[in-house]
C-alpha cells in the first residue's frame, strides 16, 4: 500500500490488519490500531480542519485529547453522526466513513477563508461590539447566520439508537491516569487491599511509556515492563482496569465522572453493547496521575497545516510508525524537542534545523543530538512561515536579546516540531477547588492545597522525569490507600531540564503577524493585546472577551500562553494575572452518555392507578399530572375533548357517573395526639369532628397562603384518614413531618403515607346510592345513618372498604377505598351494578368542570401561593377559637384583609357563548390601551353543557365587593364584557348533595 | 349475585411482568406489611407478640419464622408477613400494644416486591442506586431506603448475592424496567 | 454529588437527601403574641453567611428524620451532623 510517510517497522499498530476509511469521501489505507489522525498523516494528509472564526486551514498539532484543531464528524449511518471528535482519539476500523468540518464547500477551497483575508476587522470581542444593534435583529439575523457560518460540526438528525449506561461504583482508591505515575499508584494502592480503579482516556495504558523507545525501567526495556506491570494488575481481583475512559469531571467529596467508550472503535459494535458507560466513582481517595500537556510556541504564521508538537510527532512516529515529514524544522525552548529530533533521526527523516531559543542549551538530550550531528542552532526563534495547505519553509532569526531579532533566513521543510515545554494537567485538581501556586522556576502553576482527599502525583505536579514520576505515583498510591509498602524503579533514560518557555516569541514581522495562542478559538497575540488596550485586566474577562481557553480546549493548549502575553502586556508577574477557573467536562461528553438509560419510556417514572388499565381498555385519553397518567376524558366515537365532556357532565348530573380518584394523595395520621395535631397543621378545628365525620381541611404554609386541601375523615379517636392533592401528596407528608420531627416531637402521633394502599372509586351522581345498595355489606346507606360527609368501615363484594359520602361535584356522592389490588374488580363489579342506572364513566377535565360549577376550588389553580383562605371563600373553615395553627400569625398581618386584595368570584361573559382563556387579564374598563391597569385574572374557564353557556371563575381585586359589576377581559379580539356573580354557578341551595 | 369478588380478583402491580431469570429478577409473592410507630412501652408490646426483637441497630433487619422487622428510622419499622398473617397479625398487635401510643398502619398493598439474585445483582442495582453495595459496606441483613434512578426502594441484602426490593406499587413497574434494561446485554 | 453524614445512617449520597433551610430557627411558642417584626424576622430573615452555617437536611430516601448540618459554604465541606434538637457544636467559625 502507498502510505507515503508510514515507516518501514515499529510502532503498536497491527501491521498484519490493513483498514481502509474515509476521509471527506475519499477512501485510505491505514491499520488497525491507527487512530484517524496517524492514518490521515501516514498517508500525507496535513490538512483536517478549518479554524472557527477564520477558517484558516488547520493541520493536527496534538496527538491525544489536547488537539485543538482536528476536529471531524464520523458518520455510521444516518442516525449515528458523531461531530466535534478529535481526529487523534478516533480509532480507526474498517469502512470508518468520517469528514471535516466548518468549511465549505470544501476544506481545500473554503468561501468562509474570506473571513481570513477580513482578519483585521475580526478583532477580540467583534461579536460584542457589531451585532448589538438593533436588538431584534440578534435574534433573527446575525445569531443564525453567525452559527451557520461558524459552528463546529452538525447534530445528527435522527434520534440516537444507541444504547448508554450509567453506573455508580465506589473504591478505596481512583488513580486517574495510566501513565507511568498512575501505574506505579496503582500498584502501590492494589497492596493496600481496598478496591482500586484506574482510568485512563486512551486506547491503550500507558501513557508516555506508549511512545517511549530507549528507556529501561528495572533492566527492562520500557515495553516489556509496562506488559508486565498491566499483566500484573488486570490479576489482581481488587483492581479495575478502564481504558478508553476519561475522567472528565471532579465533583464534591470525591465523587469523579468518568465516561467509558464501548464501542465506538468497533466496525460492528453489538447492538445490545452500550456505546457508553458513565460512571459515577465514589472514591475514598483520588490519585491523579493526569500527566502534563505540551505547550506551543507562539510565533508568526504558527497554525499552518504541517507544524505540531514535538513529542506528538515522536508519539506519531514511535506509537504508530508515521512521520511527520521527511525534512523537519525544530524549534523549541525545552530539552523534549531533542527526544523527538533524535527519534526521528535515527527513523530516518532529515532535521534540517534545531532552532532553541535558549542561549546555551546543555544537557544529555542536548549533547546526544549534537553527538548525532544534528545541526542545532542556539538563540534562534522561529519568526514565520510559509505554505498553503502545509508549510513547505520556516523563517528562522537569531535572537539579539530585548525581545530583538537579527536577519531572518529561510528553511526549506515540510514540517515543523514546536516545543515551549510541558503544562502539568492541573485541570481536575483544580476542579476538585485545589488551591494551586505558582512555581517561578517551573514557569507553571502547580498543585499546592488539596480540597478533597486527593493527592497528585508525576507530571501533573511537576514530576516530569521517568524515575521520579514512577517513584511519585508508588508513593502517592502508597498513601492513598494507607499501604505501608515501598518500592524503588531502577530507570535508565535519557531526561532533561523541566524547564521551558512561555508566552510570545520575539519577531520583526509587525503588528498584524498572526501569532496564535488558542488554536480552536482562533486566539492571537493581537486579539490580547488589544482586550488589554480596550481595558480589560483581570484574566477572567480577557477569556470571555477574546474567548481564549473556552468551548471544548478549557486552556489545554493555550493557558500557560495566553497568561504569558496578557502579563508581559500588563507588565505584572503571572502569579498577579491569576488563572482562569477550569471548568469540566475536561473533554466532551456525549449527552447519551449523561442520559443513560433515563430516556423515552424510562425518562420518569409513569404512574398508573389499579383502575388504569381499565381506562386505557375503554380508550380513555390520558394526561399528566405530576408523574400520575389520569384519564382525562373517555370519548365515544369520534367525540372530540368537548363533546365528550359535555356528555360526562351531563351524565354525572342526570344519573351517575364513576370517576378513578386513585391518585390522591393520602395520609393516615394515627396516635392519641392525632386531633392535636391536625388542630395546629391545618386551618380547621378537628376536636369536635366526630368519629365516622369528615370535614374539608385547608392547609396553609406559615406566611398565611393556601398550599393544599382534601377532605379528612376521622376512622377512630386517634386515626385521621387525610385526603390531599394529587400532585401535593409528597409536599404535605414533609412538611408535616418538618412540624412533627422538629417542632412539636412531645406529640404521640404519627404520619404513614397511604397513597398507594387504597384505590379510590368516586361514585356521583343521583344515582349513586341505587348502584351501591346492593354491592355493600355492612353499612347502612340510607341517608340518616351515612348522611354527606360521613364515612363507614364495611365491605363491598367482600372487599373491605372505608366508604365515605363525600361531593367534589355537588351532587349525591360517595368514595369508596379499597386495598388497590381489589381496585380494578371493585370497579368493575360497580361498573357492571351502574349500568342499568345510566353510570358513565369520567376523567379529570369533567371532574373540573363539575367542581366549577360548583364554586371548588382547586389549589394550584384557583391559588398561586398568594392566596389565604379568605382570598377563595374559605373564612368559614377557619377554626377562629384556635389559638394556633400554621400560618395563624401570618393571617392577622393587617396586608392579609386588605379591602383590594384580590378575591375569588364567578364570572358570566355578556355572551355566553364566549369561553374566556384561562390566565386572561381583567380590567375595569373597556378601551384601555398598554400598559392596562389588571384588577384580576381568571382561574378556571368551562363552558358548562348544564347551564347551558359559560363559566369562570377569576381572582379579581376587591372581587366580592364587585357583585353584579361589569369588567372586561382583553383579548386578541377586543375586550369581552363580563359580569362578576357568585362563585357557585349550579345548584347553589346545595340540595342535589342530598340526592 | 354472588356478594364476594372470586378470590383470584386480585391484581398486583407486577402481575404479567415475566420473571428474567438471566438477569436474576422476579416479582415477590404477595405479602402482609405494616408501618410500625410507637413509643418504647409499645415496642416492647409489639415485640412480646412478635416473638422477636425489633431491632435497634441502625439499617438491621430481624427476622422469626417468616415475619420480618426492617429498621427504617429511630422509630419506625418495616414489619413483613406471609400473606395469610394479614388482618389477624394487626389485631394481635394493635391488642397487645393497647393505649400505649403507638401507630400501626397497614400497607400491604402500598407497595410491593422485587427479588434480585445472582452475580449480576449489584452490578444491575449500581445503574440506579448511589450505595456501596459491597459486602463490607452493605453487608447481609442490611436494610434501607434509598433511591433506585428515579424512584425511592427500600433495599434489604438477605443473602450475599440476593436482594429484596420493596416499591411503591405505581413505581414498581419502572423499577423493573430498568433493572432489565441496565441487564439488556445479558438478557 | 455530596456525601451527607447522617447522624442516624452515616455516609449517604446527597441523592438521598433534600435541604431544609438554616437551623436553628424554632418556632414561636405563641405565634399569635409576636410583634410584626419579630414574626418577620422569624419568618422570613436569614443569616446566609460564607463560611460555616448551621443547616437542616432531611434523610428523605433514608430513615427520613430531620437533622442539622455544620456546612463551610465556600467549600461544601461538612464541619458536623447532630440530631435535631441537640445544640450547634462547639468549634470552627461562626
Ligand atoms: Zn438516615
Redesign the pocket.
Known sequence: MNAPFRTAAGGRHDRGRPVSFSFDGKTYQGFAGDTLASALLANGVCLMGRSFKYHRPRGVIAAGSDEPNALVSVQRDAARYAPNLRATQVELYEGLSSESQNRWPSLAFDVGSVNNLASPFIPAGFYYKTFMWPRKAWDRFYEPNIRAAAGLGRSPTEADPDRYLNRYAHCEVLVVGGGPAGLAAALAAAQGGGRVILADEQTELGGSLLSATDATIDGKPSDDWLAETLASLAALPNVTLLKRATAFGYFAHNMIGVTERLTDHLAAPNAATPRERLWNIRAKQVVLAAGSIERPLVFPDNDRPGILLADAARTYLNRYGVKPGKRVVVATGHDGAYRAALDLHRAGVEIAAIADLRPNPTGPLVEAARAAGLPIRPACAITGTSGGLRVITARLSPIKGAGQVGPAQIVPCDAVLMSGGFTPSVHLFSQSRGKLRWDQDLLTYLPDQSAEQERSAGACRGRFGLAEALADGFAAGAAASGAEVSRTFAVEALEGDPRGVIGALPHDRGVNAKAFVDWQNDVTTKDLKLAVREGFQSIEHIKRYTTTGMATDQGKTSNLNALGVVADVLHKPIPEVGLTTFRMPYTPVTFGALAGLARGDLFDPVRATPIHDWAAEQGAVFEDVSLWKRARYFPRGSEDMEAAVRRECVSVRAGCGIFDASTLGKIEVVGPDAAEFMNRMYVNAWTKLGVGKCRYGVLCREDGFVTDDGVVGRIAKDRFHVTTTTGGAPRVLGMMEDYLQTEWPDLNVWLTSTTEQWAVIALQGPNARRILEGLVEGIDLSPEALPHMSLAEGRIRGVPTRLFRVSFSGELGFEINVAADHGRAVWEAVWAAGQPHGLTPYGTETMHVLRAEKGFIIVGQETDGTATPDDVGLTWAVGKAKPDFVGKRSLARPAMSEPDRKQLVGLYTDDGAVVLEEGAQIVATAGQTPPMRLIGHVTSSYYSAVLGRSIALAMVSGGRARLGESLYSPSPVGDIPVKVVPTVFYDPEGARVNG | MDKTLAPNAARGALDGFTAAPALGLAAACPMTRFVLRGRAEALAAAEAELGFLLPRQ?CRAASLDGRHALWL?PDEWLILAPLADGPALGEALEAAMGAHPHSLVEISQRQTAIVISGPRATGLLNVGCPLDLDLAAFPVGMCTRTVFAKAEIGLWRRAPDSFHIEVWRSFSPYVWRFLEAAGAEYA | MLLIT????GP?PELEFSHGGEAHIARPEKPSELSIEDWTQYLYLRANPKGLHAERWR?LH????FFNALRDTTTDQFVATYKAGEPRPTGGAA
Open positions: 441502625a428510622g | 447522617c447522624p442516624y445512617c449517604r434523610h433514608g430513615c427520613a428524620r
